[in-house]
């Protein structure tokens, strides 16, 4: 094997990636090397237009993992959709673009990881992305002129667009229905989001109307950069690591073209693989519990029992209502009716207008528990959380739990803190459980829910030495007993959305629901719908967290993995406490920081 010698090696040229490799790079004094398994599909007609997203789901762009079956899903295979590409999932996601809650990024800190905390990282929000221009006339439509200050001033890679008809019915609706029941977004959420209804951006270039990602807006423009060395269809195998007392990372062995290869890192070996593949990379090169290590026979370099632990992510359950006749939806597009793709692709190559250029996703919504914040629905709340409340011990993963638990109740008792995460949809979203879903004839909205703090924990661990074998993937979702209670809960809110008088205009009346029948004003059967129906919506993080080492941590403060020198993780996987709604904003914001910690570390310009 012949050797290659550089600075800096990241492993994984996804949303992460893609930010080091460009901020690293603008030192030209330093060597970097970017390995991405997949390829470079930055000219891809289904990654760059917008409204093509859902082929790309199961194609070589997409990892196409699945869980273990759920138990508390009807023990269900849930599809975890990642990106196999250039540019990560950033390259198949469905475009969202907004910011978490001020008060979950405050709750990093919280954890136990000083200097983390929204007054930090707002700036690194900021440094992602451009901010679309907007005229007041265009505010007013948006519903936007009300917000006390906008973020207007970014000029970041990524170019953020509020996509779509501008004018269209949704976004009135919801923002007013949502503000008459006393919820509404006072500012921009990328200066403070707390709860309330909003017109969201997308990862949408706002002049090109194609998607806006990491190879396109953080390496494309510097791809002929020198010392910039970015290795497509290359496959980590395994990070070198001299052993010994304290353990060193000094490389990473890796294939393409059927050849096995070595880089060597001088400075630093960086993991930006994701939350399902770093853990794994780690296992495989004896970093991880040792116990599940042995179990495959790997050679224990560091025995590191919180890899691959403590798993989160978001379930989004779906409720689909028929639209009004004359309110436009995609739905023809999701049907791949000849006659309207036609037209669509005919419009998008003439002056990138019509339906292929946004999804369909133009509002969002964050709220508290809206029944639970007085009254009897409070005591129950307050009763389930004293009665799940962890057990205190002495083991690293109590004290983790226990930490978790009390930012949880702070969230779900706080009126003024989001729980659950809603958004519409224009267009109907098939039931999950059927194999084949079919599409009906009409036009439909779909409203969907997320459960924005789940409590449940899982875990992503190998099953062989295989490097070409998925991992196991179990994020038991569900498991924690409070967190079906506060989903069906945020579920049952959407029937006070569609019957408001604001959407009497935008829904069909009377009100036809698509979905499996249930009476939603019925707790228990609302929770057998979330059950039987709620799917990933693809924000895994967490499994090699950023905390305290005496409370389950992976990395510290500075990303470093604990007790491996120049080894340090940079992806989902470090984040310690998942995001409100959509994740990508907060990995590029992780990113952008992290880039500062690594340049300041080593002296860099």
Not at 188 to 211: W, Y
Not at 533 to 553: D, Q, R, T
Request: charged share 20%; aromatic share 8%; with cysteine.
């Amino acid at each position: 094997m012949t050797a290659q010698f550089y600075d800096f090696v990241i492993v994984g040229g996804g949303t992460a990636g893609l930010v080091l490799a460009n901020r690293l790079s603008e030192d030209p004094s330093q060597r970097v090397l970017v390995l991405e398994a997949g390829g470079d599909l930055t000219g891809d007609l289904r990654i760059i237009t917008p409204a093509f997203f859902q082929i790309l789901l199961g194609s070589k762009a997409d990892w196409s993992f699945q869980t273990e079956p759920q138990p508390n899903l009807e023990s269900r295979r849930v599809a975890l959709n990642q990106g196999k590409a250039l540019g990560g999932s950033s390259a198949i996601n469905s475009h969202v673009f907004a910011p978490p809650a001020k008060g979950l990024i405050d709750s990093w800190e919280s954890l136990g990881n000083d200097g983390w905390n929204w007054d930090t990282l707002q700036k690194y929000y900021a440094k992602t992305f451009t901010s679309p221009h907007a005229d007041e006339a265009l505010k007013k439509t948006l519903r936007i002129d009300e917000w006390t200050a906008r973020n207007d001033s970014s000029k970041g890679p990524i170019h953020a667009s509020f996509s779509g008809d501008s004018s269209h019915p949704i976004r009135k609706a919801w923002i007013d229905s949502f503000k008459n029941d006393g919820y509404y977004m006072t500012t921009d959420p990328f200066l403070g989001a707390s709860v309330g209804g909003f017109s969201t951006m997308a990862s949408i270039h706002p002049e090109t109307k194609e998607r806006s990602y990491a190879a396109s807006a953080y390496y494309n423009p510097i791809r002929q950069r020198e010392n910039l060395h970015v290795h497509t269809n290359a496959l980590a195998e395994k990070i070198l690591i001299d052993g010994g007392h304290q353990p060193r990372a000094y490389g990473v062995q890796y294939k393409q073209n059927n050849k096995t290869k070595t880089a060597i890192a001088a400075k630093e070996v960086i993991l930006a693989a994701g939350a399902l593949q770093s853990p794994k990379l780690l296992e495989l090169s004896g970093i991880g519990n040792a116990k599940i290590l042995e179990q495959h026979n790997i050679q224990v370099v560091k025995d590191l029992p919180q890899v691959g632990e403590n798993l989160q992510d978001h379930l989004g359950c779906y409720v689909s209502y028929e639209a009004a006749d004359d309110v436009d939806t995609l739905d023809d597009l999701i049907r791949q009716d000849p006659q309207a793709l036609g037209k669509a692709m005919k419009d998008y190559a003439a002056d990138r207008s019509g339906m292929l250029g946004s999804l369909g996703v133009h509002v969002y919504a964050y709220m508290p528990l809206a029944k639970c914040l007085s009254g009897e629905c409070r005591d129950m709340l307050e009763t389930q959380l004293n009665k799940h409340r962890p057990a205190p011990g002495k083991y690293p993963e109590q004290a983790r739990d226990s930490i978790y638990y009390d930012i949880a109740e702070k969230t779900l008792l706080n009126p003024e803190e989001p729980s659950g995460t809603f958004l519409a949809a224009l267009s109907q979203i098939p039931c999950t459980t059927e194999p084949k879903p079919s599409l009906l004839d009409g036009k439909f909205i779909t409203f969907s829910v997320m459960l924005s703090q789940p409590l449940s924990r899982g875990s992503v661990h190998i099953g062989s030495d295989q490097i070409s074998a998925s991992p196991v993937i179990n994020p038991n979702y569900l498991s924690h007993p409070l967190d079906i209670e506060i989903h069906a809960r945020h579920v049952q809110y959407i029937e006070t959305i569609v019957t408001s008088p604001e959407f009497s205009q935008v829904l069909k009346q009377p009100l036809r629901r698509i979905t499996s029948p249930f009476d939603m004003s019925d707790l228990d059967q609302t929770k057998d719908y979330v059950k039987s129906n709620a799917v990933s919506v693809w924000h895994v993080c967490g499994s090699c967290a950023m905390l305290p080492k005496e409370k389950g941590g992976v990395v510290d403060t500075r990303l470093g993995v604990y007790g491996v020198e120049n080894l340090r993780i940079v992806d989902a996987s470090a984040i310690p406490l998942i995001s409100t709604a959509s994740l990508q904003t907060t990995v590029y914001a992780f990113a952008e920081r992290a880039a500062d910690i690594i340049k300041e570390i080593h002296g860099l310009e």
